[in-house]
C-alpha cells in the first residue's frame, strides 16, 4: 500500500506534528519554524501541497518542494514524497536506442549491485532474491518478502552485501549451510522455508542448441517480471533483461560479479553462451502481502554528530507492523547494539530520536518489523552503505575500561559502604528482584557499573555529600539530583509503600561527590535517554553515551511486571560537562 499523499490530511493534524517534531528537536527544526497554516492560505500552493514554513534545508526527509509552484506567502509548498522514489529514485526506460528489442523486469533498478562475495553463485543469487525483498510485480506499491534482506553490512569476504548471503554460506567454512543437525537441506525451497517462512520454487534447467539455450524461457521469466539466475562456462550471473539487437544478436542483460578485485557491473551475454539457467520463482501460498518497511535516513552517505539528536526515519507499508526494533552498528554491520525495542510503529512515515554515542566512519542503523505484541517477525532493512559519525570535539574522552561492581540489597539500603573503587565513574545499574524482600524493597541493585576516564586520571573524590530525593524526584524529572559540577556516585534505596509496591523502592538520597583539580566547574547540555525494562536488568547496553555521565534516574512502575521487578529504570538523565 502507497501512503496517503498530504493533501489528503487535516491541516489541524499537520500543525499538532510539524510543531511537535520542532519543539521536541525532531528533524533538527528551529523552534520558532512552526508550521504557518492558517485558513485560506493554502490557496497560493497547488491542490496536493501545503505551505509550510520551514526552509528547505532543513525540511525533513519526507517532504519535498512542489516543483511548479515551490513559494508561498507563509513559507514554501511542499507535498509528501513518494516513499519509492524517495528510497530508490527509480528511473524505468521502455526505449533502449540502437536495440530492435530490448526488455527488463520492472523496477530492475531493485535489483542491488553485490560485488563478488564468497563466489559467483551465492552473490548472483543474493542479488535475485534481494529484489525479491523489496517488490513482487503484481502485488503494487512497495510490498514484498520483507524477511530475506535484515540488514546490509561489510562482508568480510566482499563488499556491500545483504544479511541473507551468510544464511546461505556459512562463513567459517565458506561452504553452503547445512541444518542444525548437520545435514544438508534436501532443495533449495527447503532451505527457503525454513529459513524465512517463504514458499519459492527453484527450477534448474540445462541450455544448449537444440533448446535454443533456453531463450524462450528466459524471455518467459524477464517477461513475468522474474530475474534469475544465468550461467556460462565456469560463471554466474544474475539475470533481468534481454534483447535482440539490430543484426538481430540475441542477448541475455545481466549484473555480472566478475571476480574480487572487480565491482561488479551490468554486462551483456549472448544467448548462445547459456549452460543453463535457474528460475526463482515466488510461490502463491507464501507469506508475502502489502506489509513492509524501509529505512529512509540514515540510509548511507550522511554525516551525522556525535551526541547530537539525529531523527531516523522509516516508512511502513500496510497494516500488520505494529512494532519495530532499532539497533546500530559501528563496524560496518559486523556487530550490532540496541537503541531500543518494542518502539510503536505505524503506517507511513515514523521517526526515533537518537544521539550517536561513538564516532565512526561505518555507522550502520538496522529495523525489525513486529506483528502485534510481537507474535510474528514481519520484516527487516538497514542502512544501504555506511554512514559517518563525526567525533565532537572538547569535553571527556571514551571510557578506558569499565568492571561490573556486586553491590546487593545490603549496599543498597543505606551508607554501607562505596559502590564503585577511586577513581570511576558510576554509569549504569543492574537492577535485581529480591523475591524474599517485601514488594516496596525489592528490585534491589545487584551490580554497579563502574567506570574509568581515559583523558583524565581520578585518584579520588575530594568531598561528598548525600542529598534527600524521594518518591516525588525519583519518579519524575522534578529537579537535579547532585548540584552542577558533582558526580551521582551511589544512591540509598527507601522502601515506600504509599505509592504502591510497585513503585517502590523510591531513591531516599543520592550520594554526590566532587573531585579535586576537576577542570569542568559545572554542567553543559543534558538530555534524557530510555533506558526500560530490559536495560534495567543486565549488561544490555549503555545507558549513556561515552563523554557524558549518569547524574538522576526516573524510576517507572511497570504494571505487567512483579512488584519484585518493579519499579525500573524508565530514563536515565545523562550531562555532559562545560567548561
Known sequence: MSPKKLSTVKWILLVSLITCFALSGNWLVNPELILAQHQGQDEECPPDCECLEIPPEEAPPHLQLCPEHPDCAWGHCYRER?????????????????????KRVYKWKLIPLIDYTYWCVPTSEAMVLAYYDNYVQGAGGFTGYGRLVDYWFDHPDGGNAPSLIDVAIDPKTKTWRKRGDGSSWPSAKAWMLDNFG???????L???????????????????GRPLMFSVPGHCVAA????????????????DPPNKHTPTYLNYYDHDQCEGIQKIMPGAGGDQNEDNLAIFSPDGGETLNQFSPYQITWFVWGNGIKSIDLDHSTDGGRTWTSIANGIGTKLGYNSR????PTPTNKGRIRIKGYSQYKAKYIAGDGSQNNFIVAATPGGPSNWCSCSWQEVGGYKSHGDRGDWCPPGSFLTQLDLDAMSRARGADSPVVGRARCCKLCAFKVNDWGSCLWREIGYDKSHFQLGDWCPPGSFLTQLDLDGDTSHGEGNGPVVGRAKCCRLPGWQYGKWGTSYWREVGLQMSHGDRGDWCPPGSFLTQLDLDGIGAASVHDSPV??????????K
Open 240 to 255: 533481468f533483461g534481454y534483447r535482440v539487437t539490430a543484426a538481430g544478436k540475441k542477448q541475455v542483460i545481466v549484473y
Open 198 to 204: 517463504y514458499d519459492f520454487s527453484f527450477q534448474n
Open 569 to 578: 529504570v524508565g530514563r536515565c538523565k545523562c550531562t555532559k560537562p562545560a
Open 82 to 102: 513518494d516513499p519509492e522514489e524517495r528510497v530508490f529514485e527509480q528511473v524505468e526506460g521502455t526505449n533502449y536506442p540502437g536495440n530492435a528489442m530490448e
Open 206 to 224: 540445462q541450455c544448449n542448441k537444440s533448446n535454443d539455450y533456453c531463450w524462450n524461457e528466459i524471455r518467459a521469466e524477464i517477461d513475468g
Open 353 to 356: 530520536l537518537w544521539t550517536p
